[in-house]
């Protein structure tokens, strides 16, 4: 019985434990329920304040969609995030053509020295505040207690705590967003802050007004090329209507499509469309010349297009012109040829004018030949005179040369006839020996070399020169002064040479004798009729400058200054018409420029006249 008794109450034991344990499960599974329905509740608020800012987003999209108005659309942003979203400022910076932000719209700002501070920021894409933008951040955060961004934003924008969201999908953007709240108000709006339910909502309207902005973006840029696209249609149209040339566009077969009407003018029609009726097979029809069609045609079909094309074509009444032709082949996408287009040029007065061109360039041609035979011949005949000028200005001084002659063999003549007059005187008187003969024999040949020498240098000036030769300024200067040294001599005239080194030239050793002789003669002359006391002629060589100068210069007073200008023309002489010809030194001056490409001046200097030569150096 006890057994039984016991056995009994172990039975409600576990019975009452199986309760109690079934009790707290159940007592567990309410608490979950009741959490599970605060979990449930807080989501239900979640998501009715995100349908709630979703609806708030559909009717934004639904009011701008449609609207290609830029300012509606930011200033119903800045509205959006301070209704909607319940932050407490927006500001809306548009990008100026210089990456430079502008405050385009603005909200939440009451105060008119607020507002009038913000509508006058300004940023830089590369501003501080902006650099996380820069690194590829979505967005720029400054929490209140977040570390100052640069450049004093928090100041500058009157916020304590802001969000900063590119707009658009440029990679610079097109508008910059900023959002925020001031430290005394930010209690009473939303937060800024990372968490994902604000970074969803700005995110769900940055991304609205990114595509609503592209797209107002792509419409100006669409509506821009069609006006663009206008007006290049209507300047092109004027061009093509009020062009002077002719502008067409023809078939590969032959026929006009649209011609402008310059080439309907010039082909003698009275419209283009006239034109584009009347002529259905170009070749045929408009070419004078079949080949030339065809040849074009080759240029075409080969190259594509084909560049000042020359040919003759018939206008309406069949009368002919010519025409310079460019056209190109334009081609569809599979590189067959739609159409050729291109300008017609008309060249007949240009064709006419180079057909008397050529006719007078045949007569020029004639003319110039002729010219030529004839200038060679008038050459020729100057450089005859030329030398028949040199040959007179050489006579002229011959008889002068021949008067010195005679003076300098008086002498030796006459010691000649006394050295045969005494042989004979001594014959008679004593006989001849052997050394008064030898003696008497060695003075009558040196008198009679000194005879011959003179003859030599007469018969060297005398010899015509055959070609150009080097040789130094002493040597054709020692032969003049060796003909005129009797005449020298005796008039008491003074001959002084102040050389300096061995200077040499290249030219006609005679033609030198003879100007160097006619400037000396000269000199002579002058100081002759000057009755000088001390009568001297000075002559210099050097060079100077790269050039040979030889200077010849008397003490008789000078040139006057009425004929120092003359003194160089043919046939102008102060002597009497018995004493000179007027063409000495002329011929010198000829030489020196002509023959030796030098130079001949005379001037006034110190006493008397100076005459100075000037030849280029031997290189």
């Given at each position: ?82 209704q909607?979203?319940?932050y ?52 720029v ?27 658009g ?37 940055v ?22 696209e ?10 093509f ?6 502008i ?10 649209d ?53 003759q ?22 590189g ?90 001594t ?13 008497n ?36 200067l ?78 008789a ?48 200097s ?14």
């Open positions: 019985m006890e057994k039984a008794t016991s056995i009994e109450n172990q039975g409600l034991e576990q019975q009452l434990a199986d309760l109690r344990r079934e009790n707290e499960e159940l007592a567990q599974q309410v608490k979950r329920l009741i959490r599970a329905e605060g979990k449930l509740y807080e989501y239900q608020q979640v998501l009715d304040a995100q349908l709630n800012e979703y609806k708030g987003l559909y009717d934004l999209s639904r009011r701008l969609s449609g609207s290609f108005d830029i300012e509606a659309l930011f200033r119903e942003t800045v509205q959006y995030v301070v909607q979203l319940e407490e400022r927006a500001i809306l910076l548009r990008r100026a053509e210089t990456f430079t932000y502008r405050v385009f719209a603005l909200d939440g700002y009451y105060d008119a020295e607020e507002k009038e501070q913000i509508a006058a920021i300004t940023m830089k894409f590369g501003a501080p505040c902006l650099s996380p933008l820069l690194a590829g951040r979505e967005h955060t400054c929490a209140a207690s977040g570390k100052e961004p640069g450049n004093g934003c928090r100041r500058r924008l009157l916020m304590d705590e802001f969000l900063v969201y590119p707009l999908h440029d990679e610079v953007p097109h508008a910059l967003l900023v959002v925020g709240n001031t430290a005394a108000s930010a209690t009473f709006h939303r937060r800024v802050e990372e968490s994902e339910p604000a970074l969803l909502s700005m995110g769900n309207l991304g609205l007004v990114s595509s609503l902005l592209d797209t107002h973006i792509f419409f100006e840029r669409m509506m821009e090329a069609r006006e663009q206008r007006v290049a249609e209507a300047k092109y149209r004027s061009l209507e009020n062009a002077a040339e002719g067409f566009r023809r078939t590969p077969e032959g026929r006009y499509l011609a402008n009407p310059a080439l309907a003018h010039m082909m003698g029609y009275s419209s283009p469309e006239e034109l584009v009726a009347s002529v259905t097979d170009i070749g045929s029809q408009v070419y004078v010349d079949p080949s030339s069609y065809a040849e074009m045609q080759r240029v075409l079909a080969a190259h594509g297009r084909a560049e000042r094309f020359e040919t074509i018939y206008r309406k009444d069949r009368s002919v012109i010519w025409v310079s032709l460019s056209l190109r082949a334009v081609r569809d996408s599979e067959k040829v739609l159409f050729y287009e291109g300008m017609s040029e008309e060249i007949t007065k240009r064709k006419i004018a180079e057909a008397a061109l050529r006719d007078s360039e045949q007569k020029y041609r004639q003319l110039s030949e002729a010219l030529e035979r004839r200038v060679k011949q008038a050459v020729g005949e100057l450089r005859q005179k030329d030398k028949m000028l040199i040959m007179q200005g050489r006579q002229a001084v011959m008889g002068e040369m021949l008067s010195n002659i005679a003076h300098q063999w008086r002498q030796p003549l006459n010691m000649l006839a006394l050295l045969v007059q005494d042989v004979q005187l014959h008679r008187q004593t006989g001849l020996s052997d050394r008064f003969i030898e003696e024999v060695k003075r009558s040949m040196e008198i009679i070399r000194q005879m011959s020498q003179t003859i030599d240098d007469f018969r060297y000036f005398y010899r015509p020169d055959r070609e150009k030769l080097v040789f130094t300024v002493s040597e054709p020692e032969k003049a002064l060796a003909l005129l040294d009797g005449s020298l001599r005796m008039h008491s005239i003074e001959v002084q040479v102040l050389k300096i080194g061995e200077p040499a030239i290249k030219g006609y050793l005679g033609e030198f004798v003879q100007v160097l002789l006619n400037i000396l003669i000269n000199a002579r002359d002058a100081l002759i009729a000057s009755h000088t006391s001390s009568p001297v002629i000075t002559v210099r060589l050097c060079e100077e400058g790269g050039e040979t100068v030889v200077s010849i210069a008397d003490n007073g000078g040139i006057p200054e009425e004929i120092k200008e003359k003194i160089f023309e043919p046939y102008f002489t102060t002597k009497g018409p018995d004493q000179g010809t007027g063409i000495g030194l002329f011929m010198c001056k000829t030489i020196i420029e002509k023959s030796m490409n030098g130079r001949l001046c005379a001037r006034n110190g006493d008397g006249a100076e005459f100075v030569i000037t030849v280029p150096k031997i290189p």
